[in-house]
T-cell receptor, first 110, second 113 residues
């Protein structure tokens, strides 16, 4: 089993739609969680950290469920510019190492 | 503010050739990392340096060496390139401790023929 698993997609949604991605992780001792965004042929960029109580940044909401070991990302009112690959990232509690999921591709259509 | 800078952006090598990928950060970060990204595989850690003077193996270190030249610079060397090392290589840095998000350079696309 992979340490961090994501549905690769693609998720094809119309503009204005709400879309949600889930990510599961295997290490119950993981302490830090992030969502990164990666555009085609570009570097990953931090979208948001994920906090235990859940957190929101504009149209983006992240949730953490420690009991079930999954993280979610909800995007409301999707924009064309949201089209990208979304990477779920987990600290594996071994010092400085982060483990990246394979990413979920989102395509927002006009 | 440049952030994390990688050179070169693109490189084509022949099997058996050697080369060094350079990375520098200007954010006064303690920790630096080298990843490779292959289609369908996600990002995999090659080596990292938790602080100046230390380096450690990541998930896929075979065929690579690293040098933490100073706090700013962390280089990745391929001594004898193999086609299996064809990939996109990313350097990243953070303040240290796994809780901190990492900031990435814009990558080096390496092809080995």
């Amino acid at each position: 089993r992979k340490e961090v698993e994501q549905d690769p997609g693609p998720f094809n949604v119309p503009e204005g739609a709400t879309v949600a991605f889930n990510c599961t992780y295997s290490n119950s001792a993981s302490q830090s969680f992030f969502w990164y965004r990666q555009d085609c042929r570009k570097e990953p960029k931090l979208l948001m950290s994920v906090y235990s109580s859940g957190n929101e940044d504009g149209r983006f909401t992240a949730q953490l469920n420690r009991a079930s070991q999954y993280i979610s990302l909800l995007i409301r009112d999707s924009k064309l510019s949201d089209s990208a690959t979304y990477l779920c990232v987990v600290n594996n509690n071994a010092g400085n190492m982060l483990t990246f999921g394979g990413g979920t591709r989102l395509m927002v259509k006009p | 503010n440049a952030g994390v800078t990688q050179t070169p952006k693109f490189q084509v090598l022949k099997t058996g050739q050697s080369m060094t990928l350079q990375c520098a950060q200007d954010m006064n970060h303690n920790s630096m990392y080298w990843y490779r990204q292959d289609p369908g595989m996600g990002l995999r850690l090659i080596y990292y340096s938790a602080s100046e003077g230390t380096t450690d193996k990541g998930e896929v270190p075979n065929g690579y060496n690293v040098s933490r030249l100073n706090k700013r610079e962390f280089s990745l060397r391929l001594e004898s390139a193999a086609p299996s090392q064809t990939s996109v290589y990313f350097c990243a840095s953070n303040l240290g401790q796994g809780r901190r998000p990492q900031h990435f350079g814009d990558g080096t696309r390496l092809s080995i023929l």
